[in-house]
């Protein structure tokens, strides 16, 4: 069965960072500013575009997500810039167990914030690493592997392993907080989960290593079921 889907938008957009007591702020807490234009907001009026093909049968399936954002230069200090994500998938039966493989590729050029990196890292990115531990960037590329095994009924056993870098474009985010947070730029987790199968959807409990030995769990719910 193949679906396709195209969603786009025009929509204006105020950012205005705050800190813990809601007052807001233009720097952090080494003096680096947090928004583009140095004031205490940044305005964008963004151009939307989402677009998604799928082709899912018994045996398989192969899904494509594209993902831009282009900031328009319609009104005076408002930010110009390009955003791209685009996420492949492809999942494979193998007799009654599951392979599935994805790439997740990422970029942004012009006018940029450090809100608007790329976060790399986390439970639907590279686990074993807490959200956008492993680094943040202009850039982003993720790759992730799972194999699942059937075990009883409704019960499902799987390994993983993703991986996931800034491909060296931590250096060309504004105040590099990458660096100043201690970020690797790289990283690699693997692991092992339980995946029970509802009527409401799948729940899931990940168990996750990364290169430095920090182990996570995750917990998450799936509605849209098992594979």
Do not use: W
């Not at 195209?6 to 957009?13: D, S």
């Not at 930010?79 to 997740?104: D, E, H, M, Q, Y």
């Not at 790399?120 to 960037?137: P, Q, T």
Request: one cysteine or more; proline letters at 5%.
């Amino acid at each position: 069965m193949l679906y396709r889907f195209l969603i786009c938008c025009l929509f204006p957009q105020n950012i205005r960072p705050v800190n813990n007591q809601g007052h807001s702020i233009a720097r952090d807490h080494d003096g680096f500013p947090l928004t583009c234009s140095g004031n205490l907001h940044d305005n964008m009026i963004i151009l939307k575009q989402e677009s998604g093909y799928a082709d899912v049968n018994d045996n398989s399936f192969l899904k494509v997500n594209f993902q831009m954002e282009q900031g328009l230069p319609l009104v005076p200090k408002s930010l110009t810039f390009n955003r791209v994500k685009c996420a492949v998938s492809k999942g494979i039966k193998l007799g009654p167990t599951f392979l599935v493989t994805s790439l997740t590729g990422g970029s942004i050029v012009g006018d940029m914030a450090p809100y608007q990196a790329f976060a790399i890292g986390g439970l639907g990115s590279v686990r074993g690493y807490g959200e956008g531990a492993v680094g943040s960037g202009r850039l982003c590329l993720i790759a992730n592997c799972e194999y699942t095994i059937p075990l009883v009924k409704h019960l499902e056993g799987s390994i993983f392993m993703d991986c996931g870098s800034d491909l060296g474009s931590a250096r060309h985010v504004p105040g590099n907080p990458a660096l100043r947070q201690g970020k690797p730029g790289f990283g690699i987790g693997f692991g092992y989960g339980l995946h029970f199968n509802t009527d409401l959807g799948q729940i899931r409990v990940d168990y996750a290593m990364n290169a430095f030995n920090r182990k996570t769990i995750y917990f998450g719910i799936n509605s849209s079921g098992g594979s």
